[in-house]
Structure formats: structure tokens, C-alpha cells
């Protein structure tokens, strides 16, 4: 395949852009497969690899291809439909999708309540806390970046146990805690910040859907509380009522 600046004066990276884009309609390129190699893409197209790095760099910026450094460039899976109901549980929302649902844990430190955080966990400002910073994956795709504040008297070494199970609905079972719900749900959107755009392997400038959470007992009691950043070409929120 030869490409030529045309008389319409598509340039040659849009000219691949479009052609990679067409495989991708057209299910050559399926969801969650990667791409051929730029020297590859680059022979098939008979254009210089930096023609073929901006068609790439293009795309991603769509969304419909994420680059991830030394492994090479991946077709975008199909968003998730991640519905918002009375018990939502990444774990099982991920899995109903076919996907494999995986958490890594970023850090976990003490905190101390803020007056917000207080007012959202039952508790008085300054409280000490457990702060925990993650990242949820489906299959290999980062779907958000969690931070979520526990109570350090009701849940001490809660950072370990995460980073053994994984899962906080499994962190909430090691405590005894074997059912729960969503309390409250506010979603605004942002623009990811660095350490989130490298954290979900977006380009900067993304935007995110941005969910504050609060999550209680089966007797209303406050158990966490948490910030999610959704990457939002990946996600597309469900509001389920009843």
C-alpha cells in the first residue's frame, strides 16, 4: 500500500490514521489486540516512522488506542458499562463483562479527618485515618484510580490487608464485614492530573469521570469512604434504579 498526498491535501499521517481506524471498525484490529510494530505499520504504509508515530499519537488522543511504554500500542476495548446501584462491587461489575478484575496497590499512609471526611465517616475531625491509593484494572486496562480513607480504630493495618486481598470488599470481610452499600454517590468530571494520566495510561489532558463515594453497614454506620477517577473513554456509568 502506497500513500500519496491526495488532491483533497489529506496528509499522510490522517491518510494512515484513517486506515488504522478502518481496521478497527472493520474488526482487523480487535478490542484489546495489539498493533503491528511502527516499523511494521510504517512498511505497509510506505511512510517514515514519525508520519506513523503522530497517526498513532492521534488516535490515542480519540481514544481508540493506548500506547504502553515498552510493549507497544493496543486497541482500546469497547467502554464498560459499570452500573451505579445500592451494592456496586467493581470486582462483579468487571467479571459480568468478561473481563478479569484486578486491583495494585499504589501506597498506604495515616491520614487524619478533615472536617469532610469526618462528616462523611461518623467520626470527629482529626480522627486518624488510613489513606489508600489504587488502581483497577480490567483484564490489563486501568479503568480508575481510587483514593479511599478508613477509619485506623476500626480497621488497623488495613493498608496490608489490601495489598494481600486486593479488593476492599475482601479487606471488609477480613473485618468481619461480609455485606454492605453505597451511601451516597456524587460524580463530577475533571481533567486527569499527571500522576493520574500516567497511573491509567492516558494522554494528558483526558478527561475523567470523578465519583465521591461513601459506603455503610447494613445499619447505615460509615465504613469508607473514597475519590474514584474514571477514565471516561472506558466507562460508561448505568444508573440503576430500585
Known amino acids: 500500500m502506497t500513500l500519496q498526498e491526495t488532491?483533497?491535501?489529506?496528509?499522510?499521517?490522517?491518510?494512515?490514521?484513517?486506515?488504522?481506524?478502518?481496521?478497527?471498525?472493520?474488526?482487523?484490529?480487535?478490542?484489546?489486540?495489539?498493533?503491528?510494530?511502527?516499523?511494521?505499520?510504517?512498511e505497509t504504509y510506505r511512510v517514515n516512522r514519525h508520519?506513523?508515530?503522530r497517526a498513532l499519537a492521534t488516535l490515542a488522543e480519540r481514544g481508540l488506542v493506548r500506547a504502553e511504554r515498552g510493549?507497544?500500542?493496543?486497541?482500546?476495548?469497547?467502554?464498560?458499562?459499570?452500573?451505579?446501584?445500592?451494592?456496586?462491587?467493581?470486582?462483579?461489575?468487571?467479571?459480568?463483562?468478561?473481563?478479569?478484575?484486578?486491583?495494585?496497590?499504589?501506597?498506604?499512609?495515616?491520614?487524619?479527618?478533615?472536617?469532610?471526611?469526618?462528616?462523611?465517616?461518623?467520626?470527629?475531625?482529626?480522627?486518624?485515618?488510613?489513606?489508600?491509593?489504587?488502581?483497577?484494572?480490567?483484564?490489563?486496562t486501568p479503568i480508575c484510580v481510587s483514593t479511599t480513607w478508613l477509619s485506623t480504630t476500626r480497621f488497623p493495618d488495613a493498608g496490608r490487608v489490601f495489598a494481600t486481598t486486593r479488593?476492599?470488599?475482601?479487606?471488609?470481610?477480613?473485618y468481619g464485614i461480609r455485606d454492605y452499600r453505597r451511601g451516597t454517590t456524587k460524580i463530577t468530571a475533571a481533567i486527569a492530573d499527571a500522576a493520574d494520566a500516567a497511573r491509567l495510561d492516558l494522554a494528558l489532558g483526558r478527561p475523567v469521570l470523578v465519583v465521591d463515594s461513601t459506603d455503610v453497614d447494613t445499619d447505615g454506620t460509615p465504613l469508607v469512604t473514597k475519590r474514584s477517577r474514571f477514565a471516561a473513554e472506558r466507562i460508561e456509568f448505568v444508573v440503576e434504579s430500585g
Open 51 to 53: 508520519t506513523v508515530r
Open 7 to 42: 488532491s483533497s491535501g489529506v496528509a499522510l499521517w490522517r491518510q494512515v490514521a484513517d486506515g488504522i481506524e478502518r481496521g478497527i471498525a472493520d474488526g482487523r484490529f480487535a478490542a484489546g489486540e495489539k498493533l503491528p510494530g511502527e516499523m511494521e505499520i510504517a
Open 71 to 140: 510493549s507497544g500500542t493496543y486497541v482500546e476495548a469497547a467502554k464498560l458499562a459499570y452500573p451505579l446501584r445500592s451494592r456496586t462491587r467493581f470486582s462483579e461489575i468487571v467479571g459480568a463483562g468478561g473481563h478479569e478484575p484486578r486491583g495494585q496497590l499504589i501506597d498506604a499512609s495515616d491520614d487524619v479527618a478533615t472536617r469532610e471526611l469526618a462528616r462523611e465517616l461518623g467520626l470527629k475531625t482529626g480522627a486518624p485515618l488510613i489513606r489508600i491509593e489504587s488502581v483497577r484494572l480490567a483484564d490489563r
Open 167 to 174: 479488593s476492599m470488599t475482601k479487606l471488609l470481610v477480613h
